[in-house]
């Protein structure tokens, strides 16, 4: 994606051909800073502050820690110490894990001098898989705003309610759920995206409106609990949102809040589309309520507020009395029963095991012998 004419990724080797190169998504969107990681404990670091955050990136990242690590100490003992740490940083996102193992994949049987450059190349290969993946989500979900805007009606744009962000920030190029809106604008389709602010980290407000602005995709941000009224009063045509970990069943589990919109779009008919990658499912569960680990996180993310101040300061200020208690879920899981259909880069399906298992024949499990 562009910032203001330059291409840019969220993931890069950097010029001295082993450093990672990361924006630090923290600062937005008061400052586009970037970091050098060095270490596989500065890759753990990045995902457990959330300077990248989102399931596809915090994967890639991963990857590239354990490619630090493998060029500092490749034996098998650190390796494995790198990988526990790095799987330990976010618990929810199970890109984390696949990425994770795809790497260690690769190493299996190379000899310690061998391993460097295997995890670099795996963890590239991981990075131009999502760019493609994502490219791919984008062409499918176009499909679905094509034909919302040839029922809306000629006088107003399509108008999309998404939730957190699940942009090319969230990813390594492209985005899930933002893909299709920015095919869709380049194709000239008049389009109009609802950001939910998306408490308490307001990766909506910071991080998808700031990705939007910049491609020039028209947007409004709103309050988390503005989308409800906007569908009863006909002015959302669709939702689309990402998902950090999709059950075999087609249940998916995402930011906080996007199960209420999901509730909210199944009362008044509005279409609730889940973008994923392959590398989001989790093939190995079904009931995502029940088995899906949400992740908990501090307390000073709901109690606290970063902004800029009228002076231009950037700064932090506390918007709870002192002394009441605070919990911070990070993800809900929505029921596949309210998910109107998902988009893969395979192409677009129910939310259910046949609808899934339909796009991803290879994982139907084998049939047995009879007698
Ligand atoms: O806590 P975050 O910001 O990492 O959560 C990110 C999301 O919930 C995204 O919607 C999800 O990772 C899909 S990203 C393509």
């Known amino acids: 994606m562009k910032i203001d004419g330059v291409a840019y990724r969220s993931v890069w080797v950097r010029d001295d051909g082993w450093s990672v190169g990361i924006i630090d998504q923290t600062k937005l969107p008061h400052a586009f800073a970037m970091l050098a990681l060095t270490t596989a404990a500065d890759a753990a670091h990045a995902i457990r502050a959330m300077q ?10 991963a990857a590239y820690g354990l490619g630090l690590q493998a060029r500092a100490d490749a034996s098998d003992a650190a390796l494995k110490r790198a990988y526990d740490e790095l799987l330990a940083t976010r618990p929810t996102a199970v890109n984390l894990m696949w990425a994770l193992d795809r790497v260690m994949a690769a190493l299996a049987g190379l000899g310690t001098q061998a391993r460097a450059a295997a995890a670099y190349a795996e963890a590239a290969a991981i990075a131009e898989d999502d760019v493609a993946t994502c490219r791919a989500i984008g062409r499918h979900g176009l499909g679905l705003i094509e034909a919302a805007a040839k029922r809306r009606p000629a006088d107003r744009p399509v108008n999309v309610l998404t ?48 990705e939007l ?36 069943e087609g249940d998916v589990c995402n930011k906080i809040g996007t199960y209420l919109k999901a509730l909210a779009a199944h009362d008044n008919g509005v279409p609730f589309y889940v973008a994923l990658p392959h590398s989001t499912i989790d093939w190995a569960i079904g009931d995502g309520v029940r ?7 501090a307390a000073t993310e709901v109690t606290e507020i970063l902004g800029r101040a009228a002076d231009g300061r950037v700064t932090t200020v506390t918007i709870t009395p002192p002394g009441s208690a605070v919990a911070n879920f990070a993800f809900d899981v929505t029921p596949a029963r309210y998910v109107t259909a998902l988009i893969t880069e395979r192409g677009v399906c129910a939310a259910s095991r046949d609808g899934l298992l339909g796009l991803y024949p290879e994982r139907r499990p084998p049939a047995r012998a009879a007698g």
């Open 52 to 61: 990248v955050r989102g399931a596809p990136l915090i994967g890639a990242v």
């Open 163 to 210: 939730h957190c962000n699940a942009g090319w920030l969230a990813t390594v190029d492209w985005g899930t759920a933002l893909a299709p809106i920015y095919m869709a604008h380049d194709a000239g389709i008049p389009i109009h995206v609802w950001v939910d602010e998306t408490r308490p980290r307001n990766q909506g407000a910071s991080l998808t409106a700031w």
């Open 213 to 248: 602005g910049k491609h020039g995709v028209r947007h409004t941000v709103i309050a988390d609990n503005a989308g409800g009224h906007l569908m009863q009063h006909g002015r959302v045509d669709l939702c689309i949102v990402g998902t950090d970990r999709t059950t075999a």
């Open 291 to 297: 088995e899906i680990p949400i992740e908990e996180r």
